[in-house]
């Protein structure tokens, strides 16, 4: 029987932790794809976060390193000019990226190196219990912003996509959703195109992937995607914003 859909070379046969309906998983398989289709198996070294994907080391058959909580942009860094013949990518959360990691990720965008960026935003400090976070909507209620989030106690939602790609440094910029299977392919092209900036040397690249959090939405995984699509998308849109000649 010919076999047209299996589990990639670089993705274990394991159980992940994740939530029911959480896209992490969707995020996880992209990656996988794309390390195997573009032969970086044996050459990939991934730095995971801490936060809801703290436990990546542990899913993938590539080497990992894990990175205190929002220092994987530096750490990327001190691996690639060491290592300058392998591929490194982070995979952050919007706490670990956009809290208390921003110095590192924005210095890291600033500098060009060319290192890859898995961001997903799901709107809140999902492994703690719900948090607020630095992508958070207005309105929306969290543990720490129980009558909603309003600018002025809270201060905006960061849409780090149109920050960075504000720099000089980036080759690819990139903002994607993981709520459809249309979405989820858009999402695969963004990330190839990410790898390329860093296979040819062309510079750092992030995509953004809006995600689904549905314990702490407190809503079911059907009703999160919906929420993505009717609530997230109108303030994070989707598209890509910056994208440097060599890397298509």
Known sequence: ???????PRSWANKVTHYCPGCTHGVAHRLVAELVDEMGLVDKTIG???VGCAVL??????????????????????????????????????????AS??????????????PITVIFINNGNYGMTGGQMAPTTLLGQKTTTSPLGRTPQANGFPIRV????????????????????????????SAMRKAFNAQ???IGFSLVECLSTCPTNWKLTPVESMERVRKEVMPYFPLGEFKVVEGVL
Not at 2 to 7: A, D, G, N
Not at 164 to 186: C, E, F, H, T, W
């Open 1 to 7: 029987m010919k076999v047209i859909y299996e589990r």
């Open 100 to 113: 208390i990691g921003m110095a590192e990720i924005v210095h890291a965008a600033a500098r060009g190196w």
């Open 161 to 188: 996509a149109e920050m960075l790609a504000q720099l000089d440094g980036p080759a690819y910029i990139a903002r994607v959703s993981l709520d459809s299977p249309v979405n989820i392919r858009k999402a695969k």
């Open 199 to 201: 296979v040819r040397g």
């Open 47 to 49: 730095v995971w976060p």
């Open 56 to 97: 990546g080391y542990d899913y993938f058959n590539f080497d990992s390193v894990e990175a205190a909580h929002g220092r994987a942009p530096a750490m990327a860094t001190g691996i690639k000019v060491t290592n300058p013949d392998n591929f490194v990518f982070t995979y952050q959360g919007d706490g670990d990226l």
